[in-house]
C-alpha cells in the first residue's frame, strides 16, 4: 500500500516561490497563468491493507512531523 | 554560571557559540551531542546553535527539533531553564514548539549575509537588560529562510506583551511587522535569526553580541 501526502503552504502565507514560478512561466509566455503555489509530496510505503487505519496513521505523521501546520496544509491519498 | 551548546549534524555554528560562551563566562561550555538523551542538571543556559542541521531536509529545523536531545530541552524550558536559538536554533525552536509562528523563505529569495541593525524594542528582558538604555545593534544575519510568520492575532499578543525584543531596522527578509527576535511567555526561551555569537570580538567586526551574553549572565 501507498500513502501519497500533498503538503503546500496555507492560503494566505506568502509563497515567494510559487510567485517566481508564476512569473518565469510569464515571461515564456503562458499568459494564462495568474498564480502558482509550491508544495512538495511525500510517497510513503506502508505495510497492511487497512486503508482507513494507513490515513489515521498517516494523519498522525503529519501532525507530528510531515507538515508544519502553523503554515502548511495537507492531504492524504491511500493507493492499493 | 554553566553553559552548554546542541551539537547537530550539518550545524556549522556550534564552534562560535561555544568560544562566545568561554570568553564571556569564563568556564568551559559543554558540547552535547543530539542522540543524547539529556541535558546534565548543573547546566544554566543553553544555546541552540545555528547552521543547517540535517541539510534543511523537510523543512528547516524540522528533524533536529524531533531529536532525543529536543525532547529533553522541551521539558527542562518548560520548567523554567533558560534557552536561546540563533540562526537556525530559532527554526528549530519554532519547530519543536518553544517559540510561536514559523520561518519561511526569504520574501525576495535571496540568502542574506551581511551585518544588520537591530532595534531593541524591549530592554528589560534576561537577554536584553545588559544594555542599558542602547537603542540599536548590529549583528552578522546569514541566511535563506528567516521569514517570520505567524497569525495576526499571534504577532498582536506577542507585541503587547513585550515579547518582541528585536525589530529589523531594514527588513531584510520580509519578516511579519519586522520582527527579528522574540521570547516565550514566561521570558525564558528566545529565538532569532541574527547572531549575537558571531559579533563578540573586534575581528567579528564588532561586539554588540557580547552584552547579549552579559545579560544572561548577570540576570542569574
Redesign the interface.
Known amino acids: 500500500m501507498k500513502a501519497i501526502v500533498h503538503i503546500g503552504?496555507k492560503p494566505g502565507?506568502?509563497d515567494?516561490?510559487g510567485r517566481?514560478i508564476a512569473r518565469s512561466l510569464g515571461d515564456l509566455g503562458f499568459s494564462e497563468v495568474t498564480g502558482a503555489r509550491q508544495g512538495k509530496v511525500i510517497e510513503l510505503d506502508m505495510k497492511g491493507n487497512d486503508a482507513e487505519k494507513a490515513k489515521a496513521s498517516v494523519i498522525e505523521m503529519c501532525e507530528?512531523?510531515?507538515a508544519?501546520t502553523?503554515?502548511e496544509s495537507y492531504k492524504i491519498d491511500i493507493e492499493a | 554560571m554553566k553553559t552548554a551548546v546542541i551539537q547537530f549534524p550539518a550545524a556549522n555554528c556550534d564552534r562560535d557559540a561555544i568560544t562566545a560562551l568561554e570568553k564571556i563566562t569564563g568556564r568551559e561550555s559543554t558540547l552535547i551531542w543530539h542522540r543524547e538523551t539529556e541535558i546534565p542538571e548543573d547546566i544554566d543556559f543553553v544555546v541552540v546553535p545555528g547552521g543547517f542541521s540535517y541539510g534543511d531536509y523537510l523543512r528547516c529545523g524540522a528533524m533536529a527539533a524531533r531529536s532525543p536531545i529536543v525532547n529533553d530541552l522541551v521539558k527542562k524550558a518548560n520548567g523554567g531553564l533558560p534557552v536561546a536559538g540563533f540562526c537556525n536554533g530559532f527554526q528549530i525552536l519554532c519547530e519543536a514548539g518553544l517559540l510561536p509562528g514559523a520561518l519561511l523563505r526569504n520574501k525576495n529569495l535571496k540568502f542574506v549575509c551581511k551585518p544588520q541593525k537591530l532595534k531593541i524594542t524591549n530592554g528589560n528582558t534576561r537577554f536584553t537588560s545588559a544594555y542599558g538604555g542602547q537603542q540599536e545593534v548590529v549583528y552578522p544575519v546569514a541566511h535563506h529562510d528567516g521569514n517570520y510568520y505567524a497569525d495576526d492575532a499571534t504577532l498582536s499578543k506577542l507585541e503587547k506583551s513585550g515579547r518582541v525584543l528585536f525589530k529589523y531596522v531594514d527588513n531584510p527578509n520580509g519578516s511579519a511587522r519586522d520582527i527579528a527576535g522574540i521570547c516565550n511567555e514566561d521570558g525564558n526561551v528566545f529565538g532569532m535569526m541574527p547572531h549575537p555569537e558571531r559579533a563578540v570580538d573586534p575581528l567579528h567586526g564588532g561586539t554588540d553580541g557580547i552584552n547579549f551574553f552579559k545579560s544572561i549572565l548577570e540576570s542569574r
Request: zero cysteines; hydrophobic letters at 65%.
Open positions: 503552504l502565507v506568502l515567494p516561490q517566481a507530528k512531523l510531515l508544519n502553523v503554515i
